[in-house]
């Protein structure tokens, strides 16, 4: 099974600031992996799939990179409803297994 | 627009059997391969399952192998999944999750249910 390491696992940061969450997979997965975004008590939402492509709708602030095995996701510019959870997802093979989460937290 | 209900859930004992089901609404059904994820309170996210379009192709998380049981009615847009021999550690939020229509297929989740809890307790 393919193991997803997440760091970190939280972060405090005040609007604005600009955020990056590290996400490391086992063994090389290419570019499949996801960001999924929860809000607490909500549904998770994708917001980067393929590595580096953006979901319809989802704020030109985030973006994704990498490629292999690490991967990163990026808030440019954090803004007040960006405070949540965070997790990556390899979808190279199965079982599909998700990283550990980075909560965002109000600095 | 996409949606997706759950229901089914609700408190088991130890050892017990629950089937879910997830309601597929705005989309063709039939096209779309889905999933089973779970999410333990206060933990963080597990995939449990999967089923192609067609229910030719399933797989399964180590921990739901020979206890869960995934399956489809593209007539009734439906999707289940049938859980035995419950333990404490299957109390969870169940979602069913789409996959995203990417390269033909993909097993990425872009639309999710508002999920069921199921709680495994004597």
């Known amino acids: 099974d393919i193991q997803m390491t997440q760091s970190p696992s939280s972060v405090s940061a005040s609007v604005g600031d600009r955020v990056t969450i590290t996400c490391r997979a086992s063994?090389?997965?290419?570019?499949?992996l996801a960001w999924y975004q929860q809000k607490p008590g909500k549904v998770p939402k994708l917001l980067i799939y393929a590595a580096s492509s953006l979901q319809s709708g989802v704020p030109s602030r985030f973006s994704g990179s990498g490629s292999g095995t690490d991967f990163t996701l990026t808030i440019s510019s954090l803004q007040p409803e960006d405070f949540a959870s965070y997790y990556c997802?390899?979808?190279?093979?199965?079982?599909?297994?998700f990283g550990g989460g980075t909560k965002v937290e109000i600095k | 627009e996409v949606q997706l209900v759950e229901s089914g859930g609700g408190l088991v004992q130890p050892g017990g059997s629950l089937r879910l089901s997830c309601a597929a609404s705005g989309f063709t059904f039939s096209s779309y391969s889905m999933n089973w994820v779970r999410q333990a309170p206060g933990k963080g996210l597990e995939w449990v399952s999967y089923i192609s379009s067609s229910s030719s192709t399933i797989y399964y998380a180590d921990s739901a192998k020979g206890r869960f049981t995934i399956s489809r009615d593209n007539a009734k847009k439906s999707l289940f999944l049938q859980m035995n021999s419950l333990r404490a550690e299957d109390t969870a939020v169940y979602y069913c999750?789409?996959?995203?229509?990417?390269?033909?297929?993909?097993?990425?989740?872009?639309?999710w249910g508002q999920g069921t809890l199921v709680t495994v307790s004597s």
């Open positions: 999750a789409r996959e995203l229509p990417y390269g033909g297929s993909s097993w990425y989740f872009d639309s």
């Open positions: 063994q090389g997965i290419s570019n499949w």
């Open positions: 997802q390899q979808a190279n093979s199965f079982p599909l297994t």
